[in-house]
């Protein structure tokens, strides 16, 4: 059965794994990165990766750390998270959320959801698919492909503060999440297992 895990039990896990990985305990992480004296979370976490070596995820969570300590440490809030950005005028994108997210933890045990305030990632590994409302009549499917992959069916490539993630597919009705955007979804799965 495929799990549902908050940011916090995410950035949890992580900072357990940080000093298995890394030889440097979270800590230590955030110390270096203060020293660095970047206030702006993208400068920060880019320095992090080019300078330190850390991945994407590790970087992130230690810009946090440095910036913004209480967003790793906060309550759990997915379902508010989740109302609050469906709701207004894009409470009738919800259903097109509510689909992706089901068709999207029934591709596998290993397939996770978090939820973030502004939106919600499937997750294996890593993560390789995100849901975004980016406007008040569009769910933006975002998705880690092979960057040569052939656009067709509404995929559009993208640039995306996660390097990893290429795609997207703009899904505007129900009716759009068909066997092409299950299919490219799976792939975004299969190539991130890889």
């Not at 959320?97 to 890593?126: F, N, Q």
């Amino acid at each position: 059965m495929a799990s549902l895990k908050s940011p916090q039990e995410m950035f949890q896990a992580m900072k357990g794994n940080i000093q298995e990985l890394t030889g440097k305990s979270f800590t230590s992480w955030v110390n270096l990165a203060a020293r660095a004296d970047i206030s702006k979370f993208k400068a920060l976490t880019d320095h992090m990766k080019k300078e330190h070596g850390l991945s994407h995820g590790y970087a992130q969570m230690v810009a946090w750390g440095v910036l913004d300590p209480a967003r790793l440490e906060a309550g759990n809030q997915e379902p508010e998270f989740v109302d609050a950005l469906y709701s207004g005028k894009k409470l009738n994108l919800r259903p097109i959320y509510d689909k992706l997210i089901e068709e999207g933890l029934k591709m596998g045990s290993d397939v996770e959801l978090v939820i973030c305030k502004t939106y919600s990632s499937l997750r294996s590994k890593s993560q390789y698919a995100m849901v975004v409302p980016k406007t008040n009549s569009a769910v933006d499917l975002e998705l880690a492909l092979p960057r040569d992959i052939s656009l067709e069916n509404r995929l559009e490539t993208i640039k995306n503060s996660n390097p990893k993630i290429t795609h997207r597919i703009r899904i505007t009705d129900l009716s759009q999440i068909d066997d092409d955007v299950l299919r490219f979804l799976n792939r975004a799965l299969e190539n991130n297992r890889g």
